[in-house]
């Protein structure tokens, strides 16, 4: 990883004159030329906090457009490394666990309008780690143990050696992504809610740009608990956890399709999202916000919109390990539109 910078990344006259002219709230697609690569803003992992709040004070206030380059720490907030094994583990001090870098301010957000996250680049740290845990994971009932295991990344490759003969390719994500929540109270960062939060999406990477409904002035986006690789579902309770770079350009977009929770794209498809405490609340609802978003961006009936959703679109389980809720998605293919 590229050591960490505790400050502003000066602009360049050409990057604010490009960034005056893309910021303005606008409908941000990933199709769009990126142009603005170069990060502009730089916020280290000591930035950071572990909880989902309005009242949390931003670590950085940026324009609308702005591209912006985080560290993170893996999920523990930088209690394990390498050499850490089950004592560290046994230790662990989960007041600072789901350590996010931020919050972020972008100015001009505010309640009603939406946060589009372009995910622009990950770069992960040379090692990273999985555990389990007794009371955590898909199968408690069956395999309650205390384990850990480390490893090293490797770099060249973009790979990691799980066991012998089993080699795995890195898909970098960051497992939380969240803005500021409608309530005035203070939220752990566990499950997946409205705000975005723990959604544990392996769908969330490089590419893929997140939407988010802002519930606060200046959204107060956050991110952290980055993921060097993690199948759908996450059963085990955690991915191969990574301290991490990431690079992406936060916008506001007051013109695009209205949402009550965070959706998803890619020049592939496009995903909703449904949280809830069952499988099949969460799956309706996945369901229900692309009806929704058929219906208001290709002009179908509510009736067509249902019947598209059962031939083309996929249902797919992000985790179901972060209690109290589970997140279903909805991938719609955009080749089948002219």
């Not at 702005?66 to 394990?80: D, I, L, M, N, W």
């Not at 309640?111 to 999985?130: I, K, N, S, T, Y």
Request: glycine letters at 8%.
């Amino acid at each position: 990883m590229k050591n960490t910078s505790a400050g502003v990344i000066g602009h360049s006259m050409a990057s604010l004159v490009l960034l005056f002219l893309v910021c303005g709230c606008q409908s941000v697609s990933p199709e769009q030329n990126m142009a603005l690569e170069e990060p502009q803003y730089s916020i280290p992992n000591t930035s950071t906090h572990t909880t989902f709040s309005r009242a949390t004070k931003p670590v950085a206030t940026v324009p609308s457009g702005s591209v912006v380059e985080v560290y993170t720490h893996e999920a523990t907030g930088g209690q394990f490394e390498l050499e850490s094994g089950d004592e560290e583990l046994q230790a662990v001090d989960f007041s600072r666990v789901h350590t996010m870098t931020g919050p972020i301010y972008v100015e001009g957000a505010g309640p009603g309008d939406v946060l589009a996250v372009e995910l622009l680049e990950f770069e992960v740290a040379d090692w990273g780690w999985m555990a389990l845990l007794p009371t955590f994971g898909q199968l408690v009932d069956e395999i309650a143990v205390t384990s850990m295991r480390t490893f090293e990344i490797d770099q060249a490759n973009q790979t990691v050696q799980f066991a012998d003969g089993i080699v795995v390719p890195l898909k970098p994500f960051a497992g939380i992504m969240g803005v500021a929540p409608a309530s005035a109270d203070a939220l752990d960062t566990f499950p997946p809610r409205a705000n975005g939060g723990n959604m544990d999406n392996p769908a969330l990477t490089k590419g893929t740009t997140v939407y988010f409904p802002v519930f606060a002035d200046g959204a107060l986006f956050s991110i952290g608990d980055t993921h060097a690789v993690q199948g759908f579902g996450e059963v085990s309770g955690t991915a191969l956890e990574a301290p991490m770079r990431i690079v992406m350009r936060l916008s506001v977009v007051r013109d695009g399709h209205k949402m009550s929770e965070p959706q998803y794209e890619t020049e592939e498809y496009y995903a909703t999202t449904g949280f809830a405490p069952t499988l099949d609340d969460a799956a309706k609802k996945a369901t229900r916000y692309m009806i929704d978003y058929l219906m208001s961006e290709h002009d179908l009936s509510e009736e067509d919109a249902y019947l598209l959703c059962s031939i083309a679109g996929d249902l797919l389980i992000a985790e179901t390990v972060d209690l109290p809720n589970m997140l279903v998605v909805m991938h719609m293919p955009k080749s089948i539109f002219n």
